[in-house]
Nanobody
Framework: QVQLVESGGGLVQSVDSLRLSCAVS????????TGWFRQAPGKERQFIAT????????AYAESVKGRFTVSRDNAKNTVYLQMNSLEPEDTAVYYCAAGTYGTWSSNYYFWGQGTQVTVSS
């Protein structure tokens, strides 16, 4: 079983930055990739970024490429999402998830509860 807890969300202004953290608790020797998704009110959950267990492979949605950076520190069991140049369109609940490497929700088996990010103009 894997447990994920997101933190770092909040209310920021347009063009500000924010860093989300995802604390991952799992059995020893598990090597799941970790993805970030978001869901805005009235919209479907959207893939944002993913990172392999080793951290050597990453992928991003076009809408955040160049603004967001995903990284991980396995010694701290934590995955990060650095978000720069935030826009009001980035407002959503952000989720981290653990599973196989990919850009689909179905790639991931375990999900956190989410953290709210609100960007004001």
């Amino acid at each position: 079983q894997v447990q994920l807890v997101e933190s770092g969300g909040g209310l920021v202004q347009s063009v500000d930055s924010l860093r989300l953290s995802c604390a991952v608790s799992s059995q020893p020797h598990t090597t799941y990739s970790t993805g970030w998704f978001r869901q805005a009110p009235g919209k479907e959950r959207q893939f944002i970024a993913t990172i392999s267990w080793s951290g050597g492979t990453t992928a991003y949605a076009e809408s955040v490429k160049g603004r967001f950076t995903v990284s991980r520190d396995n010694a701290k069991n934590t995955v990060y999402l650095q978000m720069n140049s935030l826009e009001p369109e980035d407002t959503a609940v952000y989720y981290c998830a653990a599973g196989t490497y990919g850009t689909w929700s179905s790639n991931y088996y375990f999900w956190g509860q989410g953290t709210q990010v609100t960007v004001s103009s």
